[in-house]
Each structure stands twice: as structure tokens, then as C-alpha cells.
DNA sequence: CGGTTGACCAAGT
DNA sequence: GACTTGGCCAACC
């Protein structure tokens, strides 16, 4: 059938937005809280962050797969030695609290 | 409706 | 290259 689930027009929050979107990176590639901002058509990339730290998707929404623009970790509601070693056992070398060639791993939205 | 809070960013020191 | 500053924007109270 087809897809009946709007029935109403639904506005997502921002926040249910950035989880969409989020849940696209597959295992082993990475995003920014900015590039998930420039997606939604938004400058809002603080918010990203927020959005991230509220997570109630996870780890279906992998939020570690989300760095800073500079490749450093940024944050995780479990701590960046959590996060650091889930990205590393996806196969993700991390040097010095940084991803090593972030453009090497973005995804491709 | 105004003020506060961030898992940010870019530019300056 | 670490640290500070000003700007940015959605969610929350």
C-alpha cells in the first residue's frame, strides 16, 4: 500500500530532523554537526550539537559518527573515550584526539 | 516574548 | 597549536 503515515502534515522538530538524517551514515563513514546543519538547509549547527546530546534513537542513530569540521571528536553524552573507541572499531585512526584525514570518511549525503 | 544554554565555527591572539 | 572572542541558531523556561 501506499504510504498513509501522513495523515496530517507533521512537523518534525529540528531535532527529529538531524536524527533522520544522522541514521543515513552507514558503519565506518563519518559526518560534522555542520555538514547534518547544511542537509537540513540550516545555519544551525550549535543546535545539531544539542540535538545529538538528547539522542533517544541510540545507537540506531549513531551520533558517534559525528565530528567536528576540524576532524576533533566534539562531544558524546558517554565521553570521548567512549566515542573514540567505538569509531576506532569501525575502522576509523584516530591520532591525537582527531580523526587522521577526516575528508578520507564523509559521508556522501 | 525575552533570556539562557550548548556534543559549533571562524578568526584573532 | 592551544586559548579567547564574537557570532550563529533551535530548544527550553
Known sequence: MHNKSKHKK??????ERCYAVLS??????????????KVLGSRAY????????KNPYAPKVPC?????????????AQGIAAKARLLKAEGI?????????LANY???F
Request: charge should be positive; proline fraction near 4%.
Open 93 to 101: 585512526p584516530i591520532k591525537a584526539g582527531k580523526v587522521v584525514d
Open 24 to 37: 543515513k551514515v552507514p558503519k565506518g563513514q563519518l559526518t560534522t554537526y555542520s555538514a547534518i546543519a
Open 64 to 76: 558517534h559518527r559525528v565530528l567536528r569540521k576540524d576532524g576533533s571528536l566534539g562531544g558524546y
Open 10 to 15: 507533521q512537523k518534525l522538530s529540528f531535532n
Open 46 to 53: 550549535r543546535a545539531v550539537g544539542n540535538a545529538m546530546n
Open 106 to 108: 564523509l559521508h556522501k
